[in-house]
């Protein structure tokens, strides 16, 4: 194995990430801090003077992901910013189960005045609201009354667009979930990179612990026909119903940007540059690198 240059956010990202960093050096890949300074003067040194001959992969906040992509540093990042709208994997994806079916799509300025109209349509007292986009424009939440949201998510609100588009669906009862790092391309096509469970019944509950019947459903998805990255993130879980508990996709997200609770941070360094190191090998192969 050759080395990868593993750009990793520190300053912005709100997890621990001392376990990543001793995986990459333990299997001796290149570090390369990026800070918020980076980001404030728009000058990417770690990346921008690196060996061009390396390939790099790019871990960290949302933020700073796009301001690399901004800068024209988008290549090793992992996150497909359309793909990875709810509209788009769901609509891409018909023969995988979601946790919310049952579904709509409201532009912001709209979600107040309707919200009353599809509680009832749904006959349901609450409703689970998340952004369409991948972008994490604000938290996905239950809720009962949406003006009432709305007012408690003034910071984040106030400067969203009317027109951005927000994932409406009567609320379900969630048991366990999973977090899921999996590959759809080169040599991890198909195959569970790594995985955790991360919460039960709303609350925090880490265990490295995955049954059968989730590993099947995250293989599942990594061997649909479309998948918004080379390696991306399946979140599945338990759909509490009365008298039965089924095992669903909660969502997709990129594997550049999604924090890692208690998965082995040694199969992900493993397995993430084992396929970053295969596609520099053929982007310069067709001499693209």
């Not at 988008?74 to 023969?95: A, K, R, V």
């Not at 295969?278 to 067709?286: C, G, L, N, T, W």
Request: proline residues 6%; hydrophobic residues 40%.
């Amino acid at each position: 194995m050759g080395k990868v240059l593993w750009a990793i956010d520190f300053d912005g990202f709100a997890e621990d990430l001392s376990g990543l960093r001793q995986s990459v050096e333990k299997h001796g890949h290149t570090l390369a801090p990026i800070t918020m300074e980076h980001y404030y003067k728009e000058r990417f040194t770690p990346i921008e003077n690196r060996d061009p001959d390396t390939p790099w992969v790019f871990y960290g906040s949302l933020q700073v992901a796009r301001k690399l992509s901004e800068l024209g540093h988008p290549e090793g990042i992992i996150n497909n910013f359309h793909g990875l709208c709810c509209s788009t994997y769901m609509s891409n994806m018909p023969g995988v189960p979601f946790v919310n079916p049952v579904h709509v799509f409201l532009p912001y300025a709209k979600l107040a005045t309707m919200s009353r109209e599809l509680m009832g349509y749904w006959d349901t007292d609450h409703l689970f609201i998340k952004p369409d986009s991948g972008e994490k424009l604000f938290g996905g939440q239950v809720v009962s009354d949406v003006y009432d949201f709305i007012q408690k998510e003034q910071a984040y609100l106030q400067d969203m667009p009317l027109e951005t588009m927000v994932f409406v669906a009567p609320a379900v009862n969630l048991g366990r979930e999973w977090r899921i790092i999996v590959g759809s391309g080169g040599v991890l096509a198909g195959e569970i990179v790594a995985g955790c469970q991360y919460k039960n019944k709303g609350h925090k509950s880490q265990s490295n612990d995955i049954p059968d019947d989730v590993r099947e459903m995250a293989r599942l998805v990594a061997r649909s026909p479309w998948t918004p990255d080379p390696i991306f993130v399946v979140d599945i879980a338990e759909v509490l119903y009365p008298e039965q508990t089924e095992i669903a996709v909660l969502e997709l997200n990129s594997f550049s940007c999604s924090g890692m609770y208690c998965i082995d941070t040694d199969a992900v360094v493993q397995g993430v540059s084992s396929l970053i190191e295969e596609r520099h090998r053929e982007s310069v192969a067709i001499g693209i690198a």
